[in-house]
């Protein structure tokens, strides 16, 4: 993942890069990352980062996602524990996110209790 900076509107971005030399190398990558490109393309929603656009050059293909403002560990660093209250608004937030995704008959394999 790299951080980009648009340089008209100044606005953050995160970029995800694929080399497509890896494409050759693995048997599933190229086929991983047009499933991925669809997936992302279906999750729009308010609870889920956003893909904004792809690019590719001669090496690499690129998807620029929205980038978020801070993460839990940086919110925890900042604010601390969250009160019952907050904690309640995050979980059921994150749910919204993963019901959308499970609508859609996509599951996302990185969550872990």
Do not use: W
Not at 9 to 17: D, F, N, Q
Not at 38 to 46: A, G, T, V
Not at 53 to 60: G, L, M, R, V
Not at 84 to 93: D, G, H, R, V
């Amino acid at each position: 993942m790299f951080l980009a900076e648009e340089l008209e509107s100044k606005k953050m971005y995160a970029i995800k890069a694929f080399c497509k030399g890896n494409f050759v190398e693995a048997k599933k990558g190229e086929e991983n990352y047009e499933i991925e490109l669809k997936i992302l393309n279906q999750l729009k929603h308010k609870n889920l980062v956003s893909l904004v656009e792809t690019f590719e050059s001669e090496k690499s293909i690129y998807f620029v996602m929205e980038l978020l403002s801070f993460n839990l560990f940086q919110f925890l660093g900042k604010f601390g524990f969250p009160t019952e209250e907050a904690t309640k608004f995050i979980i059921i937030n994150l749910l919204h996110g993963l019901k959308h995704m499970h609508d859609l008959k996509i599951m996302h394999r990185d969550i872990k209790l």
